[in-house]
């Protein structure tokens, strides 16, 4: 089982970026890796995943907008975020999924607001 930590997380205004980044403890390179995110409130929703072999899906309310990358050789993860909206606003989280064990990280928070 890894350990995950992200970063990247900030104060961004309306239509701003940002790049989140999920720094693992092992290798990922069998995992799934995914974000999530929470806004108060609200449901955990799947923000997107990318598997193994590279394969993407994006939640509906960030396609479009978001793209999500794997680097195996660094053991990380990454989310960038473009056109971000006050509705964006939430903590992310980053998860890695594998038949036999899946692993959270603490969250990153995310504002987006003028």
């Known amino acids: 089982q890894v350990q995950l930590v992200e970063s990247g997380g900030g104060l961004v205004q309306p239509g701003g970026s940002l790049r989140l980044s999920c720094a693992a403890s092992?290798?990922?390179?069998?995992?799934?890796m995914s974000w999530y995110r929470q806004a108060p409130g609200k449901r955990r929703e799947l923000v997107a995943t990318?598997?193994?072999?590279?394969?993407?899906n994006y939640g509906d309310s960030v396609k479009g907008r978001t793209t999500i990358s794997r680097d195996n050789a660094k053991n990380t993860v990454y989310l960038q975020m473009n056109s971000l909206k006050p509705e964006d606003t939430a903590v992310y989280y980053c998860?890695?999924?594998?038949?036999?064990?899946?692993?959270w990280g603490q969250g990153t928070q995310v504002t987006v607001s003028s």
């Open positions: 998860n890695a999924d594998r038949l036999t064990d899946e692993s």
């Open positions: 990318i598997t193994s072999s590279g394969r993407t």
């Open positions: 092992g290798s990922i390179f069998i995992y799934a």
